[in-house]
Structure formats: structure tokens, C-alpha cells
């Protein structure tokens, strides 16, 4: 059963995507800049340190816990549908992931659209991760990682790796990842009025109109559950039950298993899009984190 703290959290959720929906639906700006207030405020841990790096031409952080298992490295791409977030609005969640894993976090800042449609976001991590083996990176102790939109983007660079012949990360550990654009999962109409976080396609299509742009949003690159699994790192993926995007994970869990890859599915009953965005306010929030981080020091 749900914590108090996370109750009220999502209570508080509800009660301004009612508010949302009583007026005009805000501008990019405004989103943005909600996301922004929302989530840059909520607590760090102590001893954590942040240093920005050009990561390859781009913006990225790292952060750097008190304790470090030699070479260990997560390379770390945000959420936010593609249009908002930042290095700022998940401090809170990749610094206690560093301290979980005992490992260096590369944050990466990657190009937002509509600005930037794709494959810029893809682009900026791809070279962020060239950027880490050409600086003294280990493939072999560094692990990809990322919740929704930035999941996806976790799975799609596993998979354009993997597609040009490149190094691959020891593992891929995406957090409710975003990885249908086309909205084929059943759980996008059935979960719509149980997820706090995401409401369904309607609150998503703004979304995928600005990144996939005038792409095919079936594209695997776009949508990483229409591509091949085979050949891929192991991974772990993390879901909440109540997710409108719970299928874009059983799905891919599935087509893994099928290509005989090696993954671990860990659904969390009860649990919203992303609840580690809760981190320093509910429990099941740390909880995840430090699931995650076990997962990437067993395997790195």
C-alpha cells in the first residue's frame, strides 16, 4: 500500500491537472517553466558534488558521490516528453542514483524540441557517450540510463550502438520509459484516468508532434518497441502499475525475451509515471532509486 507521503503527492498531482483542465492549455513556456519550478527545488542529498562538462559539444553534468567503485559510470538521459526538463529538474534523482550505485553520473542536457526535433536528442546522446570513451570512459563499467521520454532514449541509443557497430553499455536501466510515439498500448486508454502523471494520448500528442516532427513516430529510432532486440545489454526496466505507458514496457520486456536477450522487469504496484521524481518527499521514490542502483553496481 501507497505511503502517506506519496498520497499526498498524488493528491496534489490530481488537483492541479483538474485546475489544467478548468482554463486553456498552457504554452510551451509555461510548461516548461512549471516542469522547471516543480522539480529543480526538491532536495540533494549532502556530499554530492556537480561540475558542468561539454560532453562532445553538449551540455551535460557530472555528479560525483563521496564514494566511487573505481571506473563506475551512468550515463544519464532526463525525462519530459522531449520538450521540457534539465540537468536541474533531476539533480534530486541522479544524485542519489550516484550514491546508490557508488557511481560517476554523466546528466545529459540534450537539445529539446520543437527547437530541436529528432534525431537531435539522439544526436546529443550518442555524442555524449563517444565523448565518455574518448575521455577515459569504460563501455564495459558504465551503464545508460533514463525515465520516460529519456528511457526510450536509453533503449534507442542501446539500439543505434549496436546498429553502427559501437561500444555498448554493460547495461540499459530505463525507468517508465516512454517508448511508443504511435499510442498502440492498451494501457494508454485504459490507465488514462489512473495515472496522476501523463492523461493519455491527448496530453501526449503535443509531445510527439513536436519531436518525431515530420518523421514516422513508428520509426524505432522514435519508437524503440518497433525495433529489433537481439544483440542488446542487459536491462532492467522499472513501471509503475498505474502507468498510461505500462504496455510501452511489457511489450518491450517482451520482445526481448522473444529475441533471447536478458532482461529484468520490475513492475511496482500502485506507483504513477516516474515516481522517482518524488525523491526527498515519498518513500517508494527512494525505494526505486535504490533498486536501480543495485541493479547497475550488480552489473557494472
Known amino acids: 500500500m501507497p505511503s502517506d507521503a506519496y498520497n499526498a503527492a498524488v493528491a496534489a498531482l490530481k488537483q492541479q491537472m483538474r485546475q489544467s483542465a478548468d482554463g486553456p492549455p498552457p504554452d510551451l513556456a509555461t510548461t516548461r517553466a512549471g516542469f522547471e519550478q516543480g522539480y529543480s527545488s526538491m532536495p540533494v542529498p549532502e556530499g554530492v558534488g556537480f ?5 562532445g559539444g553538449v551540455a551535460a ?4 558521490p563521496p564514494e566511487v567503485e573505481g571506473s563506475r559510470t551512468i550515463v544519464y538521459l532526463h ?16 544524485s542519489r542514483l550516484a550514491l546508490g550505485a557508488k557511481a560517476r553520473v554523466l546528466n545529459v542536457d540534450y537539445r529539446l524540441a520543437p527547437e530541436h526535433p529528432y534525431p537531435a536528442a539522439l544526436d546529443d546522446a550518442l555524442a555524449a557517450w563517444q565523448w565518455h570513451l574518448a575521455n577515459g570512459g569504460e563501455a564495459a563499467r558504465t551503464a545508460i540510463s533514463g525515465d520516460s521520454a529519456g528511457g526510450g532514449l536509453a533503449i534507442a541509443l542501446c539500439m543505434k550502438l549496436r546498429d553502427e557497430d559501437m561500444a555498448l553499455p ?6 517508465s520509459p516512454w517508448t511508443d510515439l504511435t499510442f498502440s498500448g492498451d494501457s494508454m486508454t ?5 495515472d496522476p502523471m501523463l492523461a493519455g494520448a491527448d496530453s501526449l500528442a503535443g509531445m510527439v508532434m513536436a519531436y518525431a516532427a515530420h518523421e514516422d513516430a513508428a520509426n524505432p529510432y522514435i519508437s524503440p518497441v518497433f525495433g529489433a ?9 522499472q513501471v509503475g502499475t498505474e502507468e498510461v505507458l505500462y504496455d510501452d514496457s511489457t511489450r518491450v520486456v517482451k520482445a526481448i525475451e522473444n529475441a533471447s536477450g536478458a532482461v529484468e522487469f520490475r513492475p511496482w504496484p500502485d506507483m504513477m509515471h516516474v515516481w522517482h521524481l518524488l525523491a ?20 557494472t
Do not use: K
Open 51 to 55: 561540475e558542468s562538462v561539454d560532453a
Open 61 to 64: 553534468e557530472w555528479v560525483t
Open 79 to 94: 525525462g519530459g516528453g522531449y520538450v521540457v526538463g534539465s540537468l536541474n529538474t533531476h539533480r534530486h534523482v541522479v
Open 170 to 175: 554493460a547495461c540499459a536501466a530505463p525507468i
Open 190 to 194: 485504459e490507465r488514462a484516468d489512473r
Open 229 to 237: 532486440f537481439d544483440n542488446l545489454p542487459p536491462m532492467m526496466i
Open 280 to 299: 526527498g518527499v515519498a518513500p517508494e521514490a527512494e525505494d526505486g532509486i535504490a533498486e536501480l542502483a543495485a541493479y547497475i553496481a550488480e552489473q
